[in-house]
């Protein structure tokens, strides 16, 4: 890129607990080892600790905002606006959808391109306040989307300029234990969200799963809100309460779940799933449902290194669950292949694709 230093503004909602939180922190670290790059970090709201960062990368955290959600999104855009015109950034990258089209909106006018990623779903958005951020974001510069199915949403011009790149993994492979010396254990990694986790569908899974294998337990890993209460409640209404853990959120996943016989993701929607690639990390046997837009098949191929299955399905998932339980060979055979997602999505591998786009954005500013 030659001699020039470039100004690179990262844009965020918050530093939640959540891949997406976690995502942008990895690749502002990855950014600003490049000595060409200065990184600016943009977060709308709170900074959590819970990702540690590079000192090379410098936050702005606003901390004026209306509580009203209404008002405060009207806010942000002009708040946006006004810190692009300050921090003069050469390109923005944006992660979340809101905070797409606010940093489209933002730049209007500026000669700086944006690139924006989508880190969810973007099939879920329908109401006329999301078709006008679909809009604006149609006039991004560039895109970097999780999976096909996810940028083949947006317009042909927008895909045009876009790529698909994974997240990377978080982790080397880990050593895997045999599989008779894993623990009877179902790892569940998730949010208590049942709108979109869908937790209601594995626990109803499940009491078949026990039926047929009554040793078993389930493990959810996660914190409570909004629904662990409905969830603990189905539990005991089944009479399963004897088979089913919570242990709240964890932050060393891998090391919590490398020792379980399998690891199941029920939901309708997702980005691309990071609780499937750590479990794949750790070798683990996975099933999965299908979930939009399209991740779970973006890592698993069926009946090769895991099984996928129609969402909101339970006979189904149970159906795999118990395939898995009842074919130990295969299921661990599927656990060793899924490692080899530790190859494909080396971070040096992923970040060497995010600088390659980057660069061909700035060349053609």
């Not at 540690?52 to 901390?63: D, I, L, Y």
């Not at 096909?148 to 790529?163: D, F, P, T």
């Not at 895991?306 to 006979?315: L, M, S």
């Not at 339980?325 to 992923?350: F, S, T």
Request: with cysteine; proline share 4%; net charge neutral.
């Amino acid at each position: 890129m030659g001699n020039k230093r470039y100004r690179i503004m990262l844009v965020i909602h918050a530093l939640g607990y959540g891949g997406a939180g976690k995502m942008i922190v990895k690749l502002a670290d990855a950014l600003a080892e490049r000595d060409d790059f200065e990184v600016i970090l943009y977060v709308e709201e709170q900074v959590g600790k819970h990702y540690p960062m590079s000192n090379k990368v410098k936050v702005w955290q606003e901390t004026q905002f209306f509580s009203n959600y209404y008002i405060r999104h009207f806010q942000q855009m002009f708040q946006l606006r006004k810190r692009v015109a300050e921090i003069k950034p050469d390109l923005i990258i944006s992660f979340q959808t809101n905070q797409n089209a606010l940093s489209v909106f933002a730049t209007r006018g500026r000669n700086i391109p944006v690139i924006v990623s989508e880190r969810g779903d973007p099939y879920q958005y329908s109401n006329i306040v999301a078709k006008l951020k679909i809009w604006m974001i149609n006039k991004a510069e560039g895109g970097v989307f999780q999976t096909h199915r996810a940028m083949a949403y947006y317009g042909k011009k927008l895909q045009s300029r876009s790529r698909v790149i994974y997240n990377p993994c978080p982790t080397d492979k880990v050593e895997r234990p045999l599989w008779e010396n894993r623990k009877d254990e179902i790892a569940y990694v998730a949010r208590f969200d049942i709108q979109q986790k869908r937790q209601d569908v594995m626990v109803e899974a499940f009491v078949e799963v026990v039926e047929k294998h009554p040793e078993m337990k389930l493990v959810f890993y996660g914190k409570g809100e909004p629904d662990i209460d409905i969830i603990k409640q189905l539990v005991e209404k089944k009479g399963i309460s004897d088979n089913v853990v919570f242990k709240g959120l964890v932050t060393d996943v891998i090391d919590k779940i490398k020792g379980s016989k399998l690891f199941v993701l029920s939901s309708d929607y997702e980005g691309l799933p990071n609780s499937l690639i750590e479990a794949m990390v750790a070798g683990l046997s996975c099933v999965s449902t299908d979930c939009s837009p399209g991740g779970a098949k973006e890592l698993i191929t069926d009946y090769e290194n895991g099984i996928v299955v129609p969402c909101a399905d339970p006979q189904a998932l149970a159906d795999a669950i118990n395939y898995m339980l009842d074919n130990p060979v295969v299921a661990d055979e599927m656990g060793r292949k899924a490692q080899e997602i530790c190859e494909r999505l080396k971070p040096e591998k992923i970040f060497a694709q995010w600088n390659e786009y980057i660069d061909s954005i700035l060349a053609n500013k």
